[in-house]
Each structure stands twice: as C-alpha cells, then as structure tokens.
T-cell receptor
Framework: QKEVEQNSGPLSVPEGAIASLNCTYS??????FFWYRQYSGKSPELIMS????GDKEDGRFTAQLNKASQYVSLLIRDSQPSDSATYLC???????????FGRGTSLIVHP | EAQVTQNPRYLITVTGKKLTVTCSQN?????MSWYRQDPGLGLRQIYY???????DKGDVPEGYKVSRKEKRNFPLILESPSPNQTSLYFC?????????????????FGPGTRLTVL
C-alpha cells in the first residue's frame, strides 16, 4: 500500500512569514511529486510539480525534493491571508497511472 | 478553454435510486479518474481509465461503476446509492502517465459534485 503522509495541521503563520509544509512517502520508486492547493469546497489546483532532487522555485513557492529521505516539502514565502487553504501532496510512481494523495495540511495565514 | 466539467454539481437523492455523474474533458487527455473526498480521509481513488474501454479499480471501488466509451467522457455510476456514499466527488484527467516526459502526468480536476444520499 503506497502511503503519503502529511501533518493535518492546522499550521498557523503570520502574514509575511515563511510557511513550510512537509510530506513523506513510502514508495521508493516514486517519480512524480505534486503540490495542490484546495480551498474549502473547491477542487484541487496544481501549484507545483517536481521530478528531480533539489529545489524548484516558482514565484513565492519553492518545492524541495529529497528522494533518498523520501520527503517533499513546499515553502511559501511572504505568506498572505489568501494562501489560507489545505495543501495536498500527491506522489506517483512510474508504475502507476494516477497519483496517491496525502490527507492534506491546513494552512492559516493570519494578518 | 481547457477544462474538466462535471454534472451535476450538487445532488440530493435517496437510497437505492440509480444515478450517474458525468465527467467530460476537452484536452484530449488519455487518463481520467474519479476520486471521493471525505473529511479526515483526503482524496481516495475510486476508478481510473487509461484509454477508451480500458478502466481499472482504485482504492475504494465498491458500489461504483464507470465506463469509457469515448475519450472525452468518463461517467461515474452509482447503481444503488447508500448513505455511506455521501461525499464530494472529483473527476480528473491527465495527458498521459508520464513516461519519458514526466510533466504530462499532471492531473487537472473538475469542479466537484457534492452528493448527499438520504
């Protein structure tokens, strides 16, 4: 059973701070890693995808992947109240057709 | 506009009354899938399809059926709904499984269908 683990939170950070979200996974042959943002009652929206070890930056978001340690993280710099949402980590191995999702981490950015 | 659509968006029904939730994508994606989302349990795979007439079970397929007769459509069928199928359902599609171009395995989600079975 492939597992993707996330701390459910809530993670509360002040506006302007860096929010750090973490995800660990069990399948060592995982190849594709995704971070989705989901507002309450809405559909998941892709923020970042990462496929190689290291960092990938896109605006205020940075995804970090460490395959040896089997974790992937998402950093949100200069957090805004509009970043308040649930963040879903998804992992897909080369032998799978669709990814497995973690249960998500709730982020609250307070003014 | 590239999108995944679902209908209906909201549905209240009674136990045992057959229903179908439609899903359609206009991106010529090969892979389509259905998830349900419940509080504290996250997104769980119900069924997925790799191409026309090719489907497979996900993690929670009991009580559901699917069909893929056309590439763009992937309806979810509940033959005899029960209250434990009350949930938020999402359809998703991706171009492919990745292969040599891993970026093609990004999933795009529909807006969701909130189903209540009384």
């Amino acid at each position: 059973q492939k597992e993707v683990e996330q701390n459910s939170g809530p993670l509360s950070v002040p506006e302007g701070a860096i929010a750090s979200l973490n995800c660990t996974y069990s399948d060592r042959v995982s190849q594709s890693f995704f971070w989705y943002r989901q507002y309450s009652g809405k559909s998941p929206e892709l923020i970042m995808s990462i496929y190689s070890n290291g960092d990938k930056e896109d605006g205020r978001f940075t995804a970090q992947l460490n395959k040896a340690s089997q974790y992937v993280s998402l950093l949100i710099r200069d957090s805004q109240p509009s970043d308040s949402a649930t963040y879903l980590c998804a992992v897909k191995s080369g032998g799978s057709y669709i990814p497995t999702f973690g249960r998500g981490t709730s982020l609250i950015v307070h003014p | 506009e590239a999108q995944v659509t679902q209908n209906p968006r909201y549905l209240i029904t009674v136990t045992g009354k057959k229903l179908t939730v439609t899903c359609s994508q206009n991106m010529n994606h090969e892979y389509m899938s259905w998830y349900r989302q419940d509080p504290g349990l996250g997104l769980r795979q119900i069924y997925y399809s790799m191409n026309v007439e090719v489907t497979d079970k996900g993690d929670v397929p009991e009580g559901y059926k699917v069909s893929r007769k056309e590439k763009r459509n992937f309806p979810l069928i509940l033959e005899s709904p029960s209250p434990n199928q009350t949930s938020l359902y999402f359809c998703a599609s991706s171009l492919s499984e990745g292969g040599t171009d891993l970026s093609t395995d990004t999933q795009y989600f529909g807006p969701g269908t909130r189903l209540t079975v009384l």
